[in-house]
Structure formats: structure tokens, C-alpha cells
């Protein structure tokens, strides 16, 4: 009996908080949505510089999550290879990456674009000696 009287004294004094209960969420509502970047609105710029002057506005693209695609087959060695330099400099600081197509041609594209290769494999057509089937 004196701990029923102090229970009810304590709860008379302190009364039991009631613990709101959050309304139950539908699927769909609990599901998180996480999406930085739409693909839909992805941007190519092709260009072909023919001064390393003309680059710095590549690398602006570059850092605004353009893929950029350089053809330097107007440039010299020399030049090109700074070139390279400085976009691959922008695509490390930017996270992007860079793709070799050919001799003269990279392509640079935002971080949350995949560029999957194609191997092609040639190979040398085999041939079988058979045997002769002249006239005889």
C-alpha cells in the first residue's frame, strides 16, 4: 500500500509524459532520393583550339560539368602537350577524367559520367590447306 500511495503522489506531482508517436510513412515517402546531376542535361562542347590562349574557356566548360571533347590536330607538339597538361590539371582539381580517343583527340567528362571502352580485337583469318582439286 505505500507504494501505490507514492506512485500516486509522484504521478500526481510529475504526471507521465505521453511519447508522440511519428504517423506512419508510405513507401514511396520513406525512400530516399539522392540524384546531383540529371543526365538528360548533360552538355558536349567540341573544339578545336588552335592557340593554347583558347583553352582557358574549355576549362570553364570543364568546370561546369561539361564533357569536352579537344581535337588537337592543329596545334604543334609543343603546344599540344601543355594543353594536355593544363586539362588534365582542371579534370584532377575537378574530379573529372580524361579519355584518349586518338593521337589528337581527348575527351574530358564530369565526374559523374562513365565513359566505357570498346576493345576491338582483329583477328587474322586462318587458313586451311586443302588439298588440291585440279584436273587431272
Do not use: C, W
Not at 500526481?12 to 508517436?21: A, C, I, N, T
Not at 570553364?60 to 592543329?74: G, H, P, R, S, T
Request: aromatic share 10%; proline share 6%.
Amino acid at each position: 500500500m505505500a507504494q501505490g500511495l507514492i506512485e500516486r503522489l509522484t504521478n500526481f506531482l510529475m504526471p507521465v509524459e505521453e511519447v508522440p508517436q511519428d504517423a506512419p510513412t508510405s513507401a514511396a515517402e520513406r525512400r530516399a532520393h539522392l540524384r546531383l546531376h540529371k543526365l538528360a542535361n548533360l552538355k558536349i562542347i567540341a573544339a578545336s583550339p588552335q592557340t593554347f590562349d583558347d583553352i582557358r574557356f574549355y576549362a570553364d566548360y570543364l568546370q561546369a560539368n561539361y564533357a569536352v571533347i579537344i581535337n588537337m590536330e592543329k596545334v604543334d607538339a609543343k603546344v599540344r602537350q601543355r594543353i594536355t597538361d593544363f586539362l588534365n590539371g582542371v579534370a584532377y582539381v575537378t574530379g573529372s577524367s580524361a579519355e584518349r580517343v586518338s593521337d589528337e583527340i581527348i575527351l574530358y567528362v564530369p565526374p559523374f559520367v562513365e565513359v566505357v571502352k570498346e576493345l576491338y580485337a582483329y583477328t587474322i583469318p586462318t587458313y586451311v590447306k586443302r588439298p588440291f582439286e585440279g584436273k587431272q
